[in-house]
């Protein structure tokens, strides 16, 4: 009969140390599960027991940034889905819509963003950006002046700095393969 209470015990305290799932985790392991990605996003999780924290890459098969792999971090907080994730550009890249410290001008990861939005809609978002970037609501305004004013320039600075050249003193990351 002791013994029995000592495995008990032990059962006990062994499922005491098991971290516990948050409402975050539980959410992301939906949205994962629901995810239908196209070929142009893979995703990668260095720590395959920490959902909260991954990186995608959008491989854009059509528009101004075909060709290019445009790396991004994903940080969850346990206050998903009530606050968006923050993602981040890994790369130093030329876009309207990406400053040149990774951070991302769109609407949902902002003031648009709602509980009923998952990691698909941040995914097609992000993918969209590179389909058509949005000169009227940009980050970097550099670039948004010049798809504004010279769509034909824009482009020829967009080529130049995807494959890592530099532009008006800024070198860019190489992001072609």
């Known amino acids: 009969m002791i013994k029995i209470w000592s495995m008990k015990a032990k059962e006990a305290a062994a499922e005491k140390k098991k971290p516990k799932t948050s409402a975050a985790q539980i959410r992301v392991q939906k949205d994962l599960a629901e995810l239908e990605i196209p070929s142009t996003i893979k995703l ?10 991954f990186n995608v890459t959008i491989s854009p098969d059509e528009g101004l940034y075909t060709g290019g792999h445009f790396a991004f971090t994903f940080n969850i907080n346990n206050n998903y889905p009530h606050e968006p994730p923050k993602v981040l550009c890994k790369q130093k890249i030329y876009h309207p819509n990406i400053d040149l410290d990774g951070n991302i001008c769109l609407n949902i990861l902002r003031e648009d963003w709602k509980p009923v939005l998952s990691l698909h809609s941040v995914l097609v978002g992000l993918q969209y950006l590179f389909l058509e970037p949005n000169a009227d609501d940009p980050l970097n305004k550099e670039a948004a002046e010049d798809l504004k004013q010279n769509r034909k320039g824009f482009e020829t600075n967009v080529k130049r700095t995807m494959a890592g050249g530099a532009l008006k003193g800024i070198q860019y990351d190489t992001v072609v393969a």
């Open 44 to 53: 990668d999780f260095p720590n395959p027991e920490d959902i909260l924290h």
